[in-house]
């Protein structure tokens, strides 16, 4: 007799994608199955804020009250361009690390759902999905959720492959910043952009979690710019002869504790329409994290696939190619990360091409901004709405994602 253990939908991964679904269709009723190899996600560098857009899908998924109960708000976020303040708005952004964004989330899955392994190979086809543990065990699903992040391994399995779009896109700093006297810093958040186009920055977004300042600094340089070995050993000088007039606006700051320094590749799967499997998050495509997309992107793709398609799916029989494929379909998946591509590219373009056009982009941004921010009473400045992203109605009804207003891409 097979003892092999049946579920409805088994998920490969839990990061913010894999337990955002399984929490999700366990809260429907559905018999679901979440394997990760980490009882509790450890700490990791990866996104450490959310905006207003992305606590609008997160509010999609149920589990917006959980998370933000954990997460700590900006009172106000002051804007800096090439040295100066320009803006100060309401804060509309809240911090919180993702290891605690993750476990928040798993926290909502029911316990009997997660097992701890590693999901070691995977057979799948248009009716049963079958699925082997590093553990031995074996598990038949109808449907197999691929959300386990930058991980080829397993897709590799399946045929799928990934395209990089651009390789090492962008390096991602992060350490925490504290004040270097016994008063705290005058901001709630402050985003730093660069003084000087040559300085190959993106920006530096510095904002609450808790009691700590959090520090992250985007830039664009060769993981073998012998900068990012300085910078890992003296961050604080190294900085500052990037942005001289930062402490201007912080006050004198110490950096405390370890920097962490990655490099994001954008890629985008290939060869993924398949039967049985459906591929969401990192899993699918990344997206660059000056831009500040990728956990709406894994929020995205979970919220279109738990609210919308898998209810369909297991309406009726199989899982064949055609029925997954309304997922990749989707517009409002499509429009999202078509906007993610975009701001991607346009970030990276805007901050570092030194061409007239792109020179004089950046100062019109500035003194728009900064006539903006002067011709405001001091009153009404603090409780200016921060930029970001507002839904938008497609055609059939449905939302999409659109910036606020064009200029505020970048
Ligand atoms: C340095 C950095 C900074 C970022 N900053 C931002 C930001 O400011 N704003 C923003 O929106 N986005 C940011 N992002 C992007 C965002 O964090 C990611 O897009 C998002 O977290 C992806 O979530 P995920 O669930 O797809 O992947 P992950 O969170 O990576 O989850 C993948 C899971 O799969 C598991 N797994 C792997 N292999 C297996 C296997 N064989 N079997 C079972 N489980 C497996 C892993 O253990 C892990 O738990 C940043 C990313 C990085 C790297």
């Not at 999901?119 to 999905?129: F, L, N």
Request: glycine share 8%; net charge positive.
């Amino acid at each position: 007799m097979s003892h092999m253990r049946q579920t409805d939908i088994l998920i490969a991964g839990a990061g913010l994608a894999g337990s955002t679904a399984a929490a999700m269709l366990a809260r429907a009723g559905y018999d679901v199955t979440l394997v990760d190899p980490h009882p509790i996600y450890p700490p990791d560098f990866r996104c450490e804020k959310l905006d207003q857009s992305q606590i609008e899908i997160l509010k999609k998924t149920g589990l917006a009250d959980a998370v933000l109960a954990v997460a700590t708000p900006n009172r106000s976020l002051w804007v800096a361009r090439f040295g100066h303040l320009v803006e100060k708005l309401k804060g509309a952004q809240c911090g919180l690390l993702y290891d605690t964004l993750v476990n928040t989330v798993r926290a909502q899955v029911p316990p009997a759902a997660f097992i701890a392994a590693k999901v070691a190979s995977i057979k799948t086809g248009p009716e049963r999905q079958n699925v082997l543990l590093s553990t031995g065990e074996e598990i038949s699903a109808r449907l197999l959720i691929m959300a386990n992040g930058l991980n080829i391994g397993l897709r590799h399995q399946l045929g799928i492959d990934r395209k990089i779009l651009s390789e090492a896109h962008s390096i991602s700093i992060g350490f925490d910043l504290k004040p270097a006297g016994a008063a705290p810093f005058e901001f709630s958040a402050l985003t730093y952009y660069p003084e000087r186009s040559d300085s190959k920055m993106a920006y530096l977004t510095l904002f609450p979690i808790g009691q700590s300042t959090r520090a992250n600094l985007f830039v664009y340089r060769d993981m073998r710019d012998p900068w990012l070995s300085q910078f890992r050993d003296a961050p604080k000088q190294t900085m500052l002869a990037m942005i001289p007039k930062l402490e201007t606006l912080t006050g004198p700051f110490d950096i405390d504790g370890f920097v962490k320094i990655r490099p994001v590749d954008l890629y985008v799967s290939e060869g993924y329409r398949q039967a049985g499997v459906v591929l969401v998050g990192d899993a699918f495509a990344t997206s660059c994290p000056a831009a500040g997309t990728g956990a709406g992107k894994a929020l995205m793709d979970v919220e279109r696939l738990c609210n919308v398609h898998i209810p369909q799916w297991l309406a009726t029989p199989g899982m064949g190619a055609e029925k997954i494929a309304a997922f990749y379909d989707d517009p409002v998946k499509n429009a999202y990360d078509a906007w993610c591509n975009k701001k991607a590219f346009g970030l990276k373009s805007f901050s570092i091409d030194r061409g007239l056009v792109r020179t004089a982009e950046r100062w019109a941004k500035f003194l728009l901004q900064w006539l903006k921010g002067a011709v405001r009473q001091p009153q009404e400045r603090s409780t200016v709405e921060a930029p970001g992203l507002v839904p938008a109605q497609m055609p059939d009804g449905e939302q999409a994602y659109q910036p606020a207003r064009a200029r505020d891409m970048v």
